[in-house]
């Protein structure tokens, strides 16, 4: 991999302050504006004694995650292949792999520095206890990431242009929020739905993190779905990508 490409994209990223609010500010917002409402911050028996500003950390990590997968990288590497500069890289010792892998890292990267910064406030602002169970929290983060990225690669595979690589983006962007638990957190959906939830990529995330996050070693079933989601999502966006 080149580095040369991956400091340029990483500097070009650090240039767009809508792409750095969203990923990296936005998801600690959310938990620090839920954590002010005092109900947020009681335990709940109905939540095994957890509270709702509990239950968002895992959440606010998965809302960076979508942020980075789905809003940030498509429309950037759209963007390159609708301008030619993919075709063009093709002419010169730089690969376009080159360019796709540091697209890759890029985001991965500051998706993994936005959960970290929700993790450090949760826990100095809001006493959200760490990790209970590091080394399963880490591989259940490091799957959910890896299955963030392969959706948006996805989404650029069927996007010909920026502009519909947007629209794909913001149609998927509210159903994987829905299942990360943005709205309501997963652990408090009726049974039904959260059986159906479960087998979503981010529904079984946010509930693999919330295992980790109380102690427990995630369910295999959930790591098992995550790795299930991200080898096809990386099989579809292999298949159809066009450098062109």
Known sequence: MNTTVLKTEARLFAREPGSVFWVTVSPT??????GLIPSFRKASDDLGGLRVVDLYVPVSVLFALIMAGLQAMPPVLTGYRERGILRRMRTTPVRPSALLTAQLLVH????????????????????VRLPGQP?????????AVAGALALGAAVCAVSRTQKIATAVGSAVFFPTMFTA?????????????????????????SEALGD?????????????????????????????????
């Not at 159906?196 to 079984?204: D, Q, R, S």
């Open 29 to 34: 917002l959310l938990l620090v504006v839920l």
């Open 108 to 127: 991965a990267a500051v998706a993994l520095v936005s959960a970290a910064l929700v993790v450090t406030v949760g826990r100095a602002a809001f006493g």
């Open 135 to 143: 080394a399963g929290y880490v591989l259940a983060l490091l799957l």
């Open 181 to 205: 638990g943005v709205w309501v957190p997963v652990q408090a959906m009726p049974d039904t739905l959260r059986g159906i939830v479960h087998l979503t990529p981010f529904g079984a995330a």
């Open 212 to 244: 980790a996050a109380t102690g427990g070693w995630p369910g295999w079933t959930h790591l098992g779905v995550m790795a299930l989601w991200t080898a096809l999502l990386t099989w579809a966006a292999a298949r159809w990508f066009r450098w062109e």
